[in-house]
């Protein structure tokens, strides 16, 4: 009975491995469909896409779990590629607690050495946490507060923005909320509260025909 049981055993972690290898030689699956137990893969790190993405050296498209980095166009987006490809190009890395999503990536928690990457980026700022659950939730929640409460990368003045400082004459706020487009003037009664995150594409505007042709309607709240 114990030869059956670890027999078992080593049938489950081996189909464990094999679901993995599939899915890292270009594979689709749908998300969360791999187990999240840890799965020790070193694999060389040939390209950075942006800062959360990249590619290994057998084609694999690697995204960082639980982390959302700009965009290239967008506030601190080449920043973050630059810092992610300082980290990790030419390196071997590791996956723990790795899963699919609907692109076809392998979503996981990378490392180099003991060095836990995710952690790295949203803990300076290059990154935000997204809330989706790890084994390291706790230490990448932290690690976000940390920098938006130290004002670092994305949380600094140069991307989230209550008064536009480099030309203050151009003065609305175009806000994205949850794929809604939004653009608020100094004459609507919330323009104070909103603050634009532009390293998640928010942007200021200098007439309301620029946010319009952008895809942003006016907000409820503004004065007909």
């Known amino acids: 009975m114990k030869q059956l049981k670890n027999l078992m055993a080593n049938n489950k972690r081996l189909v464990a491995l094999s679901t993995l290898v599939i899915l890292l030689t270009g594979a689709l699956v749908a998300q969360d469909k791999l187990p999240h137990t840890p799965i020790d893969t070193r694999l060389k790190v040939i390209d950075v896409i942006d800062g959360d993405t990249f590619i290994t050296a057998n084609g694999a498209r690697i995204r960082l779990y639980a982390a959302n ?48 990457v995710n952690l790295d980026l949203i803990k300076n700022g290059y990154t935000r946490y997204v809330g989706q659950v790890s084994s390291q939730s706790k230490l990448l929640q932290e690690a976000n507060t940390y920098a938006r409460q130290n004002k670092l990368g994305i949380y600094s003045s140069q991307c989230l923005q209550v008064t536009n400082p480099k030309n203050p004459k151009c003065n609305i706020k175009g806000n994205i909320n949850d794929a809604k487009k939004t653009y608020f003037l100094p004459a609507c009664w919330d323009y104070n509260n909103v603050a634009l995150e532009l390293d998640q594409g928010d942007q200021w505007f200098c007439t309301e025909a620029e946010a319009i042709s952008a895809g942003f309607s006016p907000s409820a709240h503004c004065p007909k």
Do not use: F, Q
């Open 69 to 116: 980095s700009p965009e290239l166009t967008n506030c601190y987006g080449p920043e973050s590629k630059k810092y992610l490809s300082s980290l990790i190009l030419n390196k071997k890395v590791t996956l723990l607690e790795p899963r699919g999503d609907a692109y076809g990536r392998v979503m996981a928690l990378v490392y180099v050495g003991d060095k836990l």
